[in-house]
C-alpha cells in the first residue's frame, strides 16, 4: 500500500505498518535468517524507531491538511481561518443586573475584588462589571459579571449573597434571570462554522448576507431581516424599497454603532433601512469616504411571558427552583423574533428529557407525572391558556421570576 500523498489524499501507515516495514527492509539487507521476533534489541528498536517515525508522519498529515478547514484543528484551523478575516472567539463571561442597598453614598464596590455568590453554591461567584460608587443611600442597580467565564448561571433572586462584606453594601439580589449568559471559548467545530458564515455574508447586498453581518457583531443573539421590493408599503408597514433589522442582543449587550456598521457594509446601496416603534434604533456608521451616516435598525421588543404550573411529581423530581430553571431556559432557547408562542407546547415542557441549561448542566427528567394545570399569559397570575402571538419585531422572553409552580 502507497504512503503519503496519493491520488485519493495523504496516507499515513499506522505504527505497526511501520514496525513491519522495518522489519522487511532488515531481512531483506542484513540477513533473511534474522531472528527479529526473539532477539530483544532489534524488536525493541524496532519498536522505538516505529514509534518516532510515527510521529513524525502523524505532523506530515497534520500539515498536509493544515489548509483543508475541515480537516485543520487547533492552532492551523486557527491560523486558516485568519487568513479568511475570521478570528476565534473568545470566552467571556455571564452577565446581570442586580439591585444593591447601600447605606449612604460613597460605598464603593469594586470589580475584582467585591463578590457576591448564589445561594447555597458559594462557588458561583459574581463581581461588579466595573467598579460602582454608590450615589446614595437606598437600592441602585450594578451590573455584575460572572467570575470565571463560559455560562454560569443565576436564577432569579438567587445571586443573594454578599461574599465580601463592605461597610454600607447591606444587601444584593438579581430579579432576572441571566441577561446576557457568557460563551466559553470556541470549539473547532464553533470556529469553523463561523468561517463559513463569515464568508457567505461577504457577497454583501442580500438579506442573507445583512442577517450574518449583524449576528457576527459582539452582543447581538439573534437576527431578523425583513425586505419589501414592491413600490407600495408591505403589509409589515416598511416602505417600497425597504429593508429592516431587527436584532435580540440580550438586554442591549451590543452597541448601536456597531450594528449600523454591520448593517451599512451589507446592504444595498440606494435602498433604505427602515426602523419603526418602541424598538426603533438609530446607529451612526462610518463609510467608504469617512463620513457618518445615519443607519436604522429596531431592537426586539421582549414580551414577558408569565407561567402558572400546577403539577404531579415522582421520586425524581428536581425541585421547584430547577424546574424553573430548566423550562425558562429551554423555552428562550426555541423562541425566535417573529415567533408565536403556542400554549400546548410549552405545557408540553416539563416532560422534556435530557434538557441542557445555560451553564452545561443536563436534566434528565424533570420528575413531573403530570400537568394538572397551566396557565400563560402576559401579566402576573395568568388564567388562560391560549397562544400569544409575537410580529416582527417582537420577542418572547421567558424568567423564572415569572413562573409560578404548585405541587399537588
Not at 14 to 20: A, F, H, L, R, Y
Amino acid at each position: 500500500m502507497a504512503f503519503g500523498v496519493t491520488p485519493e489524499g495523504f496516507s499515513r501507515p499506522t505504527v505497526q505498518e511501520i514496525k513491519e516495514a522495518l522489519e522487511r527492509e532488515q531481512l531483506a539487507s542484513i540477513d533473511p535468517t534474522l531472528d527479529i521476533a526473539t532477539d530483544p534489541v532489534v524488536g525493541q528498536n524496532n519498536a522505538i524507531f516505529a514509534q518516532h517515525l510515527g510521529k513524525g508522519w502523524e505532523a506530515l498529515e497534520a500539515a498536509y491538511h493544515a489548509f483543508d478547514p475541515d480537516r485543520a484543528e487547533d492552532d492551523r484551523l486557527i491560523a486558516l481561518a485568519k487568513l479568511t478575516g475570521t478570528d476565534l472567539r473568545g470566552a467571556t463571561y455571564s452577565e446581570v443586573n442586580c439591585q444593591c442597598n447601600f447605606a449612604n453614598d460613597g460605598v464603593l464596590l469594586e470589580s475584582g475584588v467585591h463578590f457576591a455568590n448564589v445561594i447555597d453554591r458559594p462557588d458561583i461567584r459574581f463581581t461588579p462589571k466595573q467598579d460602582f460608587t454608590s450615589p446614595s443611600g437606598g437600592i441602585h442597580i450594578v451590573r455584575f459579571r460572572a467570575e470565571q467565564t463560559g455560562p454560569v448561571q443565576a436564577s432569579a433572586g438567587d445571586l443573594s449573597v454578599i461574599a465580601t462584606p463592605v461597610t454600607g453594601w447591606n444587601s444584593v439580589n438579581n430579579p432576572d434571570d441571566d441577561a446576557t449568559p457568557g460563551q466559553n471559548i470556541e470549539t473547532n467545530e464553533e470556529l469553523r462554522l463561523r468561517r463559513e458564515v463569515e464568508i457567505a455574508r461577504r457577497g454583501a447586498a442580500t438579506v442573507k448576507a445583512i442577517r450574518a453581518d449583524v449576528s457576527a457583531v459582539d452582543g447581538v443573539a439573534q437576527v431578523k431581516v425583513f425586505e419589501n421590493r414592491m413600490p407600495s408599503t408591505s403589509a409589515l408597514g416598511l416602505p417600497p424599497h425597504s429593508f429592516e433589522v431587527v436584532v435580540f442582543d440580550n438586554d442591549g449587550g451590543a452597541l448601536d454603532d456597531a450594528v449600523a456598521q454591520a448593517i451599512w457594509d451589507s446592504k444595498p446601496g440606494g435602498i433604505r433601512d427602515f426602523a419603526t416603534g418602541t424598538g426603533a434604533t438609530t446607529g451612526e456608521a462610518i463609510d467608504d469616504l469617512g463620513d457618518v451616516q445615519n443607519v436604522h435598525f429596531s431592537r426586539a421588543e421582549e414580551l414577558a411571558i408569565y407561567l402558572v404550573f400546577e403539577i404531579e411529581v415522582n421520586d425524581d423530581y428536581v425541585g421547584d427552583s430547577a424546574f424553573k430553571s430548566a423550562i425558562a431556559f429551554y423555552a428562550n432557547s426555541v423562541h425566535d423574533i417573529d415567533d408565536t408562542v403556542i400554549a400546548s407546547f410549552i405545557r408540553s415542557l416539563p416532560f422534556q428529557k435530557n434538557i441542557e441549561l445555560a451553564n452545561g448542566t443536563v436534566i434528565p427528567t424533570l420528575g413531573v407525572e403530570d400537568v394538572v394545570s397551566f396557565a400563560i399569559g402576559l401579566g402576573p397570575f395568568p388564567t388562560g391558556d391560549v397562544n400569544i402571538p409575537v410580529n416582527q419585531r417582537q420577542i418572547a422572553r421567558f424568567d423564572t421570576s415569572r413562573i409560578t409552580v404548585t405541587q399537588v
